[in-house]
């Protein structure tokens, strides 16, 4: 089937607005994370879900940060009164099953904050 | 310091070439990962390890548990093979990924 697809690929936003960022992963995926790219620095964790288990929120950089996923599909991220730190490219991952499985990485969402 | 440091941070070879690239890491781990970044940004994972030895084609990845060591090889490089390699280790502890800072890659023809 297909892999893990997110939406919008570009956003570009204004200082202080809110965005939101969505993930569709692999069909049958229980586990999904999300990530973040700085410009020519590493991925780091931001949360990750697993079927119905609380999240592990423990990435977040701040409370401007939220995720949500129903059940075992899509997920959306959050950002509120975006500021130009945020300025990323966000990937999904999604998994078969716990964090021991292969992860399976969107394409990511390029986030500009002017 | 990161946690997890990775070398070279650049590495440019020619077509053929052997490549080896490191990661090193300081604590227990369950797994660690090997992915592929692509100029346009796309990931791709090309090994999970916990133990022993893999491999993928001309993609070779081994662990060295006790020395808390693992390593890349590339077998008869091409360019194509040119991208952002980074390791990635999951702490006994816990259920994230932490990242190296990847080895850009380039292998000219």
């Known amino acids: 089937g297909a892999g893990v697809s997110q939406s919008p690929s570009n956003k570009v936003t204004e200082k202080g607005k809110d965005v939101e960022l969505r993930c569709d992963p692999i069909?049958?995926?229980?586990?999904l994370y999300w990530y973040r790219q700085r410009l020519g620095q590493g991925l780091e964790f931001l949360i990750y879900?697993?079927?119905?288990?609380?999240?592990?929120k423990s990435g977040l950089p701040s409370d401007r940060f939220s995720a949500e996923r129903t059940g075992e599909s899509v997920s959306t991220l959050t950002i509120q009164r975006t500021q130009q730190e945020d300025s990323a490219v966000y990937l999904c991952?999604?998994?078969?099953?716990?964090?021991?499985?292969?992860?399976?990485f969107g394409p990511g969402t390029r986030l500009t904050v002017l | 310091k990161n946690e997890v440091e990775q070398s070279p941070q650049n590495l440019t070879a020619q077509e053929g070439e052997f490549i080896t690239i490191n990661c090193s890491y300081s604590?227990?781990?369950?797994?660690l990962h090997w992915l592929q970044q692509h100029p346009g940004g796309g990931i791709v994972s090309l090994f999970m390890l916990s133990s022993g030895k893999k491999k993928h084609g001309r993609l070779i990845a081994t662990i060295n548990i006790q020395e808390k060591h693992s390593s890349l090889h590339i077998t008869a490089s091409h360019p194509r093979d040119s991208a952002v390699y980074i390791c990635a280790v999951r702490y006994i502890s816990g259920s994230r990924l932490t990242f190296g800072e990847g080895t850009q890659l380039t292998v000219n023809p």
């Open positions: 879900f697993q079927g119905n288990s609380a999240p592990d």
């Open positions: 604590v227990g781990i369950s797994a």
């Open positions: 991952a999604s998994s078969k099953g716990t964090y021991t499985d292969t992860q399976y």
């Open positions: 069909s049958g995926h229980t586990a």
